[in-house]
Structures are given as structure tokens and as C-alpha cells.
């Protein structure tokens, strides 16, 4: 028997299915795109594995529910070694929560998807990326990101900030009991980033073994997360910190006066922070319509506004490749979303890698 009551609830559905067909299908997209948002906005819920900052995201988030009012983003700031081992561990118990992992560890994001952990799915922005900013339709980069130097102008002289790598040699060499335990950067056995910047380097520094050794004989310290470093340079504790996140280095200059960047020009690499959908999500409609968002000029644009530069050099008004070069002064060297960048992971390549770090580290 039909009631009242079931006859409401047909008609609210049809009026809810008729509204979400009526939302426009961006130009590129599927016909049926508006099926996929109406099931992401039926899903409600978008849960997010990040190593991103909060305050670097959340343009991002408001322009996301803005756009998709009725999916709600759930923010889980993890870092990108433990984001790594949620989705790993999730995946073995068969529990999978998150929706969407997206962190700065590129070489582990990619691993996650040579592991079949991550779905595969073909956005309709894939087309306007850079082709090494996508890895088997499953991995997207989301952004483009230099390495930097974050120094304190007070105690620094202006002739020992570093400009190449092997300036940065000379003056820890030259200048050891100035800089003794006054340098830093990260620690590739914690950081998921700081590994991934430090094996960039091996292939690209000629001298990358003795700058390690040259760090190590200064008594340089490593940390596992950024903010560690930047609280360690304003205090003064430090001078200066390399292999920096760089749009974290900018950030923290406008900040704080004190704080200078530099760059490396010899080499900068830019790394991109990697964007996939763990299989098995339990709201994979609203993860695709969030990873769609993220890589269209809306999502670019509201990166940028966070501080994150864009992976496309097509959305006027934001930091991107070209921005970048003209204010480095020279062209940032994309890491590529490749099996090369994940070369490293390799538990023989990586355990001798570290073995030879701890061994410069002994100066």
C-alpha cells in the first residue's frame, strides 16, 4: 500500500535527482558527470589523508563546499609517512576509511599505487596537466613545489646564505665553528619528503656525498617535520635550514621579517604533492569529484590562494612553473611521477642509502 509518507519521500527524491541533473557539466567532462555528483552529494562525505597544513588548505576546502554544497570534506592532517601507513594498513584489514590520500611524499604515493592500493581513475582535467604529473590514471600531482633555503637575516651575513649546492659546501667547510649545530634540514628516516629530496639530490649533486659529510662534521641537526625547523631558525637556534618545502619557506618570510629564502640554483627540485583514491573508498564519488576539483582551474586557484603553487600554467593569476623561474632565476627541475622516483624504495637501495647517510652524518 502506498502511503502519504513514501509518496513525499518518491517526490523529494525525484525533485533532489531532477536538481542534480540540472547542475552544468563542465566543457571535457562525461555526459553523465551530474550522475557522479548527485552520488558523491548521496555519499556526503569526502575523508581526506593529508600531510598538508590546514591553514594552506583551507581555501581549498571552502571553495570545495562552496561548489558541492552537501559533501562534506573531512580534513585528517597525518604527515606522509603515517598517511602512507594508514592507507597500507587500512587496505590488509580490509577497513579502508580514507577517500582520498594526498601528501608531499611523492615516491610513497606512487609506491601505494604499484602496491593495487590506489583506484584507478581517468580525470577529466588529466588532459591540462604536464604529461609527468600522472602516474598509471591512479596518481596526480596537484602541485609544483621547490626546494628552498629559510634563513635568519640576523644572524646570518649576507656572503654565507648559499647560492649553488657546492657554495653551500665551501661555507660549511669554511665556516664550521661559525655554523657548528646551527644548520639543519630534514631527516630522510622520518620524513617522507626529506628521503625524497635527499635521493633527488644523489642523482643531480655531483658532490652530494661530501655536502652530507660537510653537514655532518658541523654538527648539523635533521627533523621530521618542517615546523621543527622554521621554529629552530626564528628562535636562532639555527642560521639556516635546507631542502625546505619552499611554499612553506615563503610563507613564513611573510610572516616573519627576520626570515629570508634562497634557493639553490644549480639544482632545484620541485616536487609535486600527489593526489589518489585509496581502493575501496567508502565515498568514491565524492573522492573523484574532489580529485576533479582539485586539478580544475577553481581547485588550482584556490591552491594557490593557500599558498601552494600551480601544476598548471594555465590559471591566470597564480604561481606556477613559469611564475617560479622568474623568481628563483632559474627553471625548478620537476620530480617526475615515475618508477625512477620510486627507485629508492627498494628496501636493499634505500637501507644502503641510509647506511651511508648515518656514516656522513659522523663527519
Known amino acids: 500500500m502506498i502511503t502519504r509518507r513514501s509518496t513525499f519521500a518518491a517526490l523529494a527524491a525525484a525533485v533532489a535527482a531532477s536538481r542534480a541533473a540540472a547542475q552544468p557539466v563542465p566543457a571535457g567532462y562525461p555526459a553523465d558527470y551530474a550522475d557522479t555528483v548527485a552520488k558523491a552529494k548521496a555519499e556526503g562525505k569526502v575523508a581526506i589523508y593529508t600531510s598538508t597544513d590546514l591553514g594552506q588548505g583551507q581555501k581549498l576546502l571552502d571553495g570545495f563546499k562552496a561548489a558541492f554544497p552537501g559533501i562534506d570534506p573531512e580534513w585528517n592532517d597525518l604527515g606522509t609517512t603515517s598517511a602512507f601507513n594508514r592507507v597500507v594498513s587500512e587496505a590488509a584489514a580490509k577497513q579502508v576509511g580514507g577517500d582520498i590520500a594526498w601528501t608531499s611524499a611523492l615516491d610513497l604515493q606512487l609506491s601505494l599505487v604499484d602496491r593495487g592500493l590506489a583506484a584507478a581513475y581517468r580525470s577529466a582535467e588529466a588532459a591540462k596537466l604536464p604529461g609527468w604529473a600522472i602516474y598509471k590514471d591512479a596518481g596526480y600531482g596537484t602541485t609544483l613545489e621547490p626546494a628552498a633555503t629559510v634563513y635568519n637575516k640576523r644572524l646570518l651575513p649576507a656572503e654565507l646564505v648559499p647560492k649553488t649546492h657546492a657554495d653551500l659546501l665551501r661555507i660549511l667547510r669554511d665556516n664550521k665553528a661559525k655554523l657548528d649545530g646551527k644548520v639543519a634540514t630534514y631527516d630522510p628516516e622520518k620524513s617522507g619528503t626529506g628521503f625524497m629530496f635527499a635521493v633527488d639530490s644523489l642523482a643531480a ?159
Open 205 to 363: 649533486v655531483p658532490n652530494f656525498w661530501d655536502l652530507a659529510t660537510a653537514f655532518g662534521a658541523a654538527h648539523g641537526k635533521v627533523y621530521g617535520g618542517s615546523g621543527s625547523m622554521r621554529e629552530k631558525v626564528i628562535s636562532g637556534e639555527h642560521m639556516l635550514a635546507f631542502n625546505v618545502i619552499g611554499s612553506y619557506a615563503v610563507e613564513w618570510a611573510k610572516a616573519d621579517p627576520n626570515l629570508g629564502v634562497a634557493y639553490l640554483t644549480d639544482h632545484v627540485p620541485a616536487f609535486s604533492r600527489v593526489m589518489l583514491i585509496p581502493k575501496g573508498a567508502p565515498h568514491p564519488h565524492a573522492a573523484q569529484v574532489f580529485l576533479d576539483y582539485v586539478l580544475s582551474p577553481a581547485g588550482q586557484k584556490a591552491l594557490g590562494e593557500g599558498g601552494l603553487a600551480s601544476i598548471r600554467t594555465d590559471v591566470p593569476g597564480t604561481e606556477n612553473a613559469d611564475t617560479l623561474a622568474k623568481q628563483i632565476g632559474t627553471t625548478p627541475s620537476p620530480i617526475p611521477l615515475s618508477a625512477k622516483s620510486t627507485e629508492y624504495l627498494d628496501s636493499k637501495k634505500r637501507a644502503e642509502f641510509l647506511r651511508q647517510w648515518r656514516k656522513a652524518m659522523q663527519g
